[in-house]
C-alpha cells in the first residue's frame, strides 16, 4: 500500500469509528454532509476567533476585548463573527451571547503562553500530516493543535485545545485521552527535542480561574505526560 492510499488517522476519526461504525462510513466514505448543530456552530467562530487574535498586530485589539469582556467592541472582530453567526445559523440574542462569553473565557486564560516561561515558538491551529514507517509500525495521523506553545530551556511543549462542550470530560475521556495521545506522538514526532509534553483541554463554558488555592478551575483538564514507550505503543 502507497503512502497515499493510506487512511489518515485522527483523534475525530478513530472516535467516530469507536462509537458506531455506520456514522463513521457515512462520514468519511460516503462522504455525507454533516448536518451542525449550535454547539458546534458556536465552537467553529470561537475557535476562529481564538486563532486569529493571536498575530502580533492584532495585540491591540486583544486589549481592548480583555479591559471591556467583549469581543464585539473591535467592529472588525464584530463583523467577522457575525458574518459567520449568520452563515451557520446561530445569530440569535442567546447564542451570540454564549459566543462572546466563551471565546473572552478562552482570551482570558494565559492567552499568550507566558505562564510557564520564557517562549521559544508558539503556534495557533499547528497543522500535522505525519506518516509513520518504522520498527514494523505503519500508520497516517493528521489534524491541527488549537495552540502549541514551546520552552527551549525547559524542553517543554504545551499542547493546548478548546473546547465548547457543554460537559468536561469524564471517566476514559480523562484516564486515557485519544487525542492527549494523538497531540502528544504528533508532537514528539515534529519537535523531538522537547522531551516533555503536557495537553491541557480548556472548557470554555466553565470558570478557567485558578482558586484561591492555586487550583485550577473546574474547565481546565491538564493531562500527564506521556513517555515515549506510551507513545509509541
Known amino acids: 500500500m502507497s503512502d497515499s492510499e493510506m487512511t489518515k488517522l485522527s483523534a475525530s476519526r478513530i472516535k467516530t469509528a469507536q462509537d458506531c461504525a455506520w456514522k463513521y462510513w457515512c462520514k468519511y466514505k460516503l462522504k455525507l454532509p454533516d448536518t451542525s448543530n449550535d454547539g ?33 467592541c473591535i467592529p ?4 467577522l463573527v457575525k458574518i459567520w453567526a449568520k452563515r451557520l445559523n446561530v445569530d440569535d440574542p442567546d447564542n ?14 494565559d492567552y ?4 510557564a ?3 521559544s515558538d508558539a503556534f495557533s491551529e499547528k497543522k500535522f500530516d505525519i506518516i509513520v514507517d518504522e520498527d514494523g509500525k505503519r500508520y497516517h ?10 520552552y527551549k530551556k525547559q524542553k517543554i511543549a504545551i499542547i493546548r ?8 470530560f469524564k471517566g476514559k475521556d480523562v484516564e486515557d485521552n485519544l487525542q492527549d495521545l494523538i497531540y502528544s506522538l504528533a508532537t514528539k514526532k515534529l519537535f523531538p ?5 503536557y495537553s491541557e483541554f480548556l472548557f470554555l463554558k466553565f470558570d478557567l480561574e485558578d482558586n484561591l488555592l492555586g487550583e485550577p478551575g473546574e474547565g481546565v483538564l491538564r493531562m500527564d505526560s506521556l513517555s515515549d514507550d506510551e507513545l509509541e505503543g
Open 76 to 79: 472588525s472582530v464584530s463583523r
Open 161 to 168: 485545545d478548546f473546547k465548547t462542550s457543554k460537559e468536561v
Open 40 to 72: 458546534a456552530s458556536r465552537g467553529t467562530i470561537c475557535h476562529l476567533v481564538l486563532e486569529l487574535l493571536c498575530l502580533p498586530k492584532r495585540k491591540d485589539y486583544y486589549d481592548k476585548i480583555i479591559e471591556k469582556n467583549d469581543i464585539f
Open 141 to 150: 495521523i493528521n489534524g491541527f493543535i488549537d495552540k502549541l506553545f514551546l
Open 96 to 109: 451570540i451571547v454564549m459566543i462572546n462569553d466563551m471565546t473572552v473565557n478562552g482570551l482570558n486564560y
Open 112 to 115: 499568550f503562553g507566558q505562564n
Open 193 to 197: 527535542e522537547y522531551k516533555n509534553r
Open 117 to 119: 516561561g520564557t517562549i
